[in-house]
């Protein structure tokens, strides 16, 4: 651990400016998740989700993106989890998508919403059926007993609901409605391209106006 201080790493793949960046955010996201993809780099769906509590604390975790519109980015979790308990008292938040393969990162920032009943009904009965299971299982950031606790619970629901469990009313999804958004491309010598858009239109405007600026690494 005493060379950990040591540690580097020249970044050399690609660049990012102005006139090869998409003018609207959302676009460049697309290009760069799909290139992510395309590259088979580990999880190129994975996103840390930040939040801040009613204590004032920040807390992150990574979750899955699982859809993403004109509207903004949409994930899946329980309402009654410490992220959703922070959400419900303080809307904005942060997310994160590092593509270590690639050397890019993505920072996104904004307003929370829940996404409507029907979407949630529609991607959750999409899910495998453990899956389903374990949303019903799973006392998500409440402290248990043991592992135990969520076999046992698995059990009960299982037989409960066979093969058709219902969306239990505390899961659901959430859409982060962006209003910053920063795209960062490792660049040698540490003197990395960072392009960061902001919202100049009111949210819900289907034009969206954004300003893009770049930034010193």
């Known amino acids: ?5 040591d540690l580097r790493k020249s970044y050399e793949r690609a660049e990012l400016n102005e006139d090869a960046s ?15 993809m395309a590259a088979q780099v580990p999880e190129p769906n994975a996103m840390t989700l930040a939040t801040v509590g009613s204590d004032l604390r920040p807390s992150t975790r990574v979750v899955l993106i699982k859809g993403f519109d004109a ?8 309402y009654q989890s410490r992220k959703g308990q ?4 303080n809307p904005y938040a942060a997310l994160q998508f590092h593509w270590v393969e690639l050397e890019r990162v993505v920072r996104i920032e904004g307003v929370v919403e829940k ?31 043991g592992r135990g606790v969520l076999v046992a619970n698995a059990a009960k629901y299982g037989a409960k609901f066979l093969l058709n469990p219902p969306r239990p009313p505390h ?3 959430y859409r982060l409605k962006p209003d910053h958004w920063e795209f960062w491309q490792g660049r040698k010598s540490r003197l990395h391209d960072r392009l960061r ?3 100049q ?17």
């Not at 409507?116 to 409440?142: K, V």
């Not at 239109?201 to 690494?217: H, K």
Request: glycine letters at 6%.
């Open 197 to 199: 858009y902001s919202l």
């Open 201 to 217: 239109s009111p949210p819900d405007v289907p034009e969206q106006l954004w300003l893009r600026e770049r930034l010193a690494p």
């Open 86 to 89: 922070a959400l419900a008292g």
């Open 171 to 173: 899961w659901g999804g």
């Open 22 to 36: 998409h003018a609207n955010p959302m676009q460049q996201f697309e290009q760069w998740l799909s290139e992510a």
């Open 115 to 145: 996404v409507s009943d029907a979407e949630s009904d529609a991607y959750f009965h999409s899910r495998p059926l453990d899956s389903r299971i374990g949303a019903w299982a799973s006392p998500q950031s409440q402290v248990i007993s």
């Open 71 to 78: 509207q903004g980015i949409v994930w899946y979790t329980n």
């Open 1 to 5: 651990m005493q060379h950990i201080a």
